[in-house]
């Protein structure tokens, strides 16, 4: 009898953790939502652009290819300038890399606990020998080691016309830019919804 009432009281608290995890992802993306253009996020949107162009150059790198050199700007814009490589790999790891990025980063917050700090101290050195190496401009520099210190694209709808990742994909492969655009954004919100699902069952 007793087995039992600890069985119920268990399954209530798992219920309670899980609203309140949704209600602080709701939260969370209606603060973003709301701040997206202040200063306070200006930092978390460039780490961003920071891992979109690194993903370029470690999938340049993987297949055969090289990096010449990594730009970083103060506006969140942002370049990797790659030879050689698979052109459609590296053009597609920008966004979905970033999406991994962050995925990684909340799976070792949540199942590894213990060894996560040693795999983001990880994550943040090769961000410092990456940036020592590759990336070139002032501002650029200085984020990315700041960055990789701590440790720890909006243009593909409204800008079609920019020579984004998207824009020359569509050049490589004939596929229209906005398809590239929906079909990274359509891969974001499945991952997104994938890990929240799994938080909940965790929760």
């Not at 995890?21 to 709301?34: D, Y």
Request: glycine share 14%; hydrophobic share 55%.
């Amino acid at each position: 009898m007793a087995s039992g009432k600890r069985k119920a009281r268990v399954r209530r608290g798992s219920g309670g953790s899980r609203i309140w995890l949704i209600l602080g992802f709701v939260a969370f993306f209606v603060a973003l939502w709301l701040l997206w253009d202040t200063l306070p996020v200006a930092p978390l949107k460039i780490f961003v652009v920071l891992l979109h162009e690194i993903s370029h150059g470690l999938m340049a790198v993987a297949t055969g290819g090289s990096i010449e050199r990594i730009v970083i700007t103060a506006d969140q814009g942002g370049a990797c300038y790659c030879g050689g490589g698979n052109a459609f790999l590296t053009l597609s790891a920008g966004y979905l890399g970033s999406l991994g990025w962050g995925a990684l980063l909340l799976v070792l917050a949540r199942r590894a606990r213990s060894w996560s700090p040693w795999v983001t101290g990880f994550i943040g050195a090769a961000i410092i020998v990456l940036s020592a190496l590759y990336i070139r401009g002032a501002f650029g520099l200085g984020f990315a080691l700041g960055a990789g210190g701590v440790l720890l694209k909006s243009d593909v709808l409204d800008r079609p016309e920019l020579p984004s990742d998207a824009r020359l994909l569509s050049e490589l492969t004939g596929a229209p830019t906005l398809f590239w655009g929906l079909l990274w954004i359509a891969a974001g919100l499945a991952v997104s919804w994938l890990l929240v699902r799994w938080l909940l069952r965790e929760a």
